[in-house]
Each structure stands twice: as C-alpha cells, then as structure tokens.
T-cell receptor
C-alpha cells in the first residue's frame, strides 16, 4: 500500500525567506508525484509534477528516490504563496494518495 | 471549456437520511475520482472510475457509501443512513485518462453537514 506523509501541518515564514514543505512517500513501485495547492476560497489545483521537472511560481520539487522524498522548495516566499499544499502520489493503476496537507502562512 | 462541477454546493441533512452528491467531470475525461476532506484532515480517497467501472473501491468507508457513473460522464455518490461523522467536504476530480502522469482537475466540492 502507498502512503504519503507531510510532517508539518502548519508552516509559517516571513516574506522573502526560503521555504521548504516536506513530503515523504512509501510505495513499492515507481511513483508519480505531484504537488497540489489550494488558495483561500479556490479549488484545489495542480502546482507541479515531478515528471515535468519544471518551476512554477518559483517553486521546485526534486524526487529523491533514495530518501523517498519530494520536498517543495522556494528560495524567497511571497505573501501570495499562503495556501494549503498537498503532496500526492499516483500509481499506474489510477489510485491517488494525498498527504494530510501543510498550511503555509507567509507573514509580511 | 467548463471545469468540473458538483452539486449541491451545500447540503444539510438529518442523521439517518440518505443523500446524493453529483459530479459532472470535464468533457472527454475518462477518469473520475471522489475524495472526502474532513476538518483538519487531508484528502481521503474514496473511489476511482475508469469509464463506467470502478476498479478501486477500497476507500469507501462503509457499505453505506456507494457510487456510480453512467455514460462515462456524470457520477453520483450516495450515502445511506447518514451519520454525523459523514460531515465533510466531498470533492470530485477528473483526469484525461487516469494514468499515473495525469493531472487531476478538481470541482468546488459539496459541503455535507449531518445534524
């Protein structure tokens, strides 16, 4: 069975500071990993996926198979980054497993 | 085009009553997912449809929960004999093919309150 762990329920940083949201997973197969974000009063939406190896809104995430991690990072946080962030794992069989989410607050 | 839509947006019901929640996926998306988001909790996977069939029903919490999808499009999640612990936001998502690489597009959710 797969599992996604986001150890921090709440994370607070000041504007301009670096931010890292942690995500660890367990899965016996080859995982497809995603970060989704939910801004206040908006729908849950994709932020980035590991297969794309892209940077979105300044965020990046690297899949580390040795440490089974997919941490989300941004060097300089902005107030508009305040949101709920979910790490998710997909299997080829179609099942999705989401972590419990991390609420990020960026203070001015 | 239109995104995923869900109805109703809010539902208040009495304990013991049955409720039906509806999801309209993005046109052409073959995969459809149901999740439950309880207060302070993450997203709990309930069920996944590929076309009209559900290869994975492992997340349904009890036999009071059932779901169907017809015509490869609209899906209905039914909760029978609702209990207070069923109170949550129920989210629906769809993806193009359900493959591991696919992005899921989420609906706005249905907030269910069981009194």
């Amino acid at each position: 069975a797969q599992r996604v762990t986001q150890p921090e329920k709440l994370l607070s940083v000041f504007k301009g500071a670096p931010v890292e949201l942690k995500c660890n997973y367990s899965y016996s197969g080859s995982p497809e990993l995603f970060w989704y974000v939910q801004y206040s009063r908006q729908r849950l939406q994709l932020l980035l996926r590991h297969i794309s190896r892209e940077s979105i809104k300044g965020f990046t995430a690297d899949l580390n198979k040795g440490e089974t991690s997919f941490h989300l990072k941004k060097p300089f946080a902005q107030e508009e980054d305040s949101a709920m962030y979910y790490c998710a794992l997909n299997t080829n069989a179609g099942k999705s497993t989401f972590g419990d989410g991390t609420t990020l607050t960026v203070k001015p | 085009g239109a995104g995923v839509s869900q109805s109703p947006s809010n539902k208040v019901t009495e304990k013991g009553k049955d409720v039906e929640l509806r999801c309209d996926p993005i046109s052409g998306h073959t995969a459809l997912y149901w999740y439950r988001q309880s207060l302070g909790q993450g997203l709990e996977f309930l069920i996944y449809f590929q076309g009209n069939s559900a290869p994975d029903k492992s997340g349904l919490p009890s036999d009071r929960f059932s779901a169907e999808r017809t015509g490869g499009s609209v899906s209905t999640l039914t909760i029978q004999r609702t209990q207070q612990e069923d109170s949550a936001v129920y989210l629906c998502a769809s993806s193009l093919s359900g493959g591991g690489f696919d992005e899921q597009f989420f609906g706005p959710g249905t907030r269910l309150t069981v009194l």
